[in-house]
């Protein structure tokens, strides 16, 4: 009867533990989705508390948009524990790039530096 019980509650608690590894792509492309339909609870879960102030700074700036955000993942680099990811939305069509770190075992993006360069 114990067997029962323990199987299953194993099984849930590793089916909602894996749920929050996501990769830094993933990250990157929620993050960039969030941005553009300006969805602040999503945008400050998967960004540093300095990419939050930086992104939100920039998006009061972009007009609201009611169409729905494509986002194209262009090109990836990991650098220990630092990944770079180069992207493009179907908001402007322009190319943009994010710098994230881990925090805490998750990817989050962060800002980048005043006259840092990626790899790309």
């Known amino acids: 009867m114990k067997r029962l019980l323990i199987c299953p509650l194993v099984l ?22 969030s941005f553009f339909s300006k969805d602040e609870s999503a945008l400050k879960k998967h960004t540093t508390s300095d990419g939050y102030a930086s ?28 990944a770079w990811v180069k992207y493009k939305t179907s908001f402007d069509g322009k ?11 998750q990817w ?7 006259r840092e360069k990626g790899p790309f």
């Open 12 to 33: 849930l608690f590793i089916s909602c533990a894996g749920n929050n590894n996501m990769s830094h792509t993933e990250t990157a492309q929620i993050v960039a989705e």
């Open 55 to 82: 992104l939100i700074t920039v998006q009061n700036m972009i007009p609201d948009s009611d169409k729905e955000i494509k986002v194209e993942i262009l090109d990836e680099a990991i650098e220990g524990e630092i």
């Open 95 to 105: 190319s943009g790039i994010f710098k994230l770190v881990k925090e805490n075992d």
């Open 108 to 114: 989050k993006v962060t800002s980048k530096g005043p």
